[in-house]
Structures are given as structure tokens and as C-alpha cells.
């Protein structure tokens, strides 16, 4: 069992920031050698990658299309997943979702296929 908490999210005007964050737990959840991340998908749209954390070494992957604005990371002490959103667009509108799973090589957020474990989800609505 894995569970997969998100929160954050909210109404936010173009250029303003937000900080989503991801509570993992479960008796199935391991720290070790997951790989963490985020996808969105706006109404009509199909899923898209946004940014991953590969906790066996810290390395992370951005999508392009958030590239430099923003930022993923991991508080170890409590499992908990972060995504610090700057500088957003009316194009970032979107419901965000946390995933996870276990030895992904490379981890990143190019196939979502790849993640079984994925949480309700926190919608993002930029104006």
C-alpha cells in the first residue's frame, strides 16, 4: 500500500508563484531508490511530464516546458515532495499529480506508464 497525498494548489494570477507539495506513506513505500514526480493534464489535453526526483542520488529532470520556473524537490525527514512553481503562465492551468515507483532507469517524467502509484491530484489554475 502506497499512498500519495498532494496539496498546494490554488487560483494564482500569470506570473505569480505556488508550492505544491506531495506527503508519501504506506507500508509499501520506500525512500530507497524511488523515483518521485509530478504530471499535469489540463481538460482536452494529454497527460504531460512536468519534473522528477530520483531519491538515490538527488538528480532531477524538467520538463522543457518548465524549465527554469520550476523546481522539484525532497524533504527526506518526512517523505515529502515538493514543486516550487514561479513565474506561471495561463498554460501551466492544469490538475497536478504526484507519482512514484522504484527503480526506474533513468528516472524521469517522460512515460507515465511507467508509475504506479499516483495520488488524487491538486488543481493549479492560473489567470
Not at 499512498?3 to 504506506?26: I, K, P
Not at 512536468?50 to 522539484?72: K, N
Request: glycine residues 12%.
Amino acid at each position: 500500500h502506497v499512498q500519495l497525498v498532494e496539496s498546494g494548489g490554488g487560483s494564482v494570477q500569470t506570473g505569480g508563484s505556488l508550492r505544491l507539495s506531495c506527503v508519501a506513506s504506506g507500508s509499501a513505500y520506500s525512500a530507497h531508490s524511488a523515483c518521485m514526480g509530478w504530471f499535469r493534464q489540463a481538460p482536452g489535453k494529454e497527460r504531460e511530464g512536468v519534473a522528477s526526483f530520483s531519491t538515490a542520488d538527488g538528480a532531477t529532470y524538467d520538463a522543457d516546458s518548465v524549465l527554469g520556473r520550476f523546481t522539484i524537490s525532497q524533504d527526506k525527514s518526512d517523505h515529502t515532495l515538493y514543486l516550487q512553481m514561479n513565474s506561471l503562465k495561463p498554460e501551466d492551468t492544469a490538475m497536478y499529480f504526484c507519482v512514484v515507483d522504484w527503480e526506474l532507469p533513468p528516472c524521469t517524467v517522460e512515460e507515465d506508464t511507467e508509475f504506479g502509484y499516483w495520488g488524487q491530484g491538486t488543481q493549479v489554475t492560473v489567470s
